[in-house]
């Protein structure tokens, strides 16, 4: 029962879709390949920051931006869509185009104008590295967490959600794999929503979560 530790990239691969509007917006989401989805909602996480964006997701940012549909209602909308309470891609992407359309509805000035600069669709494809590292039981946990980079929490936080069972991060299943040994912690870990923050505050987090189940008593005092 040995966690193997990876590391992970994402690849972006360009689509050719591209939409000057709202309407052509909603029209390539409806069919757009589901990695698209995938790529402009968690995307973020992993590319390098060259500035500080507005918003998580590039929908969102591209609403907002006066290069693109300079509608802040609709960016606002867009913003508040959280991936992680959507059983999968085909239902986040089914709420997307209800906010679109929604706003196409509301809005002549939308239905007309063009960006000035088109939205370009981007696919991603997730490039999985062995570490060569394990962990043979939870207990090492708190010593492992700090040594692993921001991308290899993005493959077992993040991308676990959308291949594990139960659609939770890959410590969580392991740790299920013990019965109810670890449901404390287990419950804790559940409490984390990766979208609204920084790989490396998503690290901080957990790290501290281990280290005040495992060093700080919390392990006995739940076991008590």
């Known amino acids: 029962m040995a966690f193997a530790i990876k590391d992970c990239a994402l690849a972006a691969i360009a689509t050719g879709v591209r939409a000057h509007n709202l309407r052509e917006l909603r029209d390539h989401l409806m069919t757009v390949h589901p990695g698209s989805i995938y790529y402009h909602f968690w995307g973020?996480?992993?590319?390098?920051?060259?500035?500080?964006?507005?918003?998580?997701?590039?929908?969102?940012?591209?609403?907002?931006?006066?290069?693109?549909?300079?509608?802040?209602?609709?960016?606002?909308?867009?913003?508040?869509?959280?991936?992680?309470?959507?059983?999968?891609?085909?239902?986040?992407?089914?709420?997307?185009?209800?906010?679109?359309?929604?706003?196409?509805?509301?809005?002549?000035?939308?239905?007309?104008?063009?960006?000035?600069?088109?939205?370009?669709?981007?696919?991603?494809?997730?490039?999985?590295?062995?570490?060569?590292?394990?962990?043979?039981?939870?207990?090492?946990?708190?010593?492992?967490?700090?040594?692993?980079?921001?991308?290899?929490?993005?493959f077992h936080v993040v991308d676990a959600r959308k291949r594990t069972k139960d659609r939770v991060d890959d410590f969580r299943e392991w740790l299920m794999e013990y019965g109810d040994e670890f449901r404390p912690l287990i419950d804790l870990l559940a409490g984390l929503d990766p979208y609204f923050i920084s790989l490396t505050e998503l690290k901080e987090k957990i790290v501290n979560i281990f280290n005040g189940f495992f060093l700080s008593g919390g392990e006995n005092e739940r076991a008590a």
Request: charge should be negative; aromatic fraction near 10%; hydrophobic fraction near 40%.
């Open 44 to 154: 973020e996480l992993l590319r390098p920051a060259f500035e500080i964006r507005e918003y998580n997701n590039d929908f969102a940012n591209w609403a907002r931006s006066a290069h693109g549909l300079h509608d802040e209602a609709l960016a606002e909308r867009l913003s508040v869509i959280d991936p992680t309470d959507f059983d999968d891609l085909e239902d986040l992407r089914q709420q997307v185009v209800e906010v679109s359309s929604d706003r196409l509805e509301e809005s002549e000035k939308l239905r007309l104008s063009h960006a000035d600069r088109p939205f370009m669709f981007i696919r991603s494809q997730i490039v999985i590295f062995d570490t060569y590292v394990t962990i043979e039981h939870p207990s090492q946990l708190a010593a492992a967490a700090p040594l692993m980079t921001p991308s290899s929490i993005f």
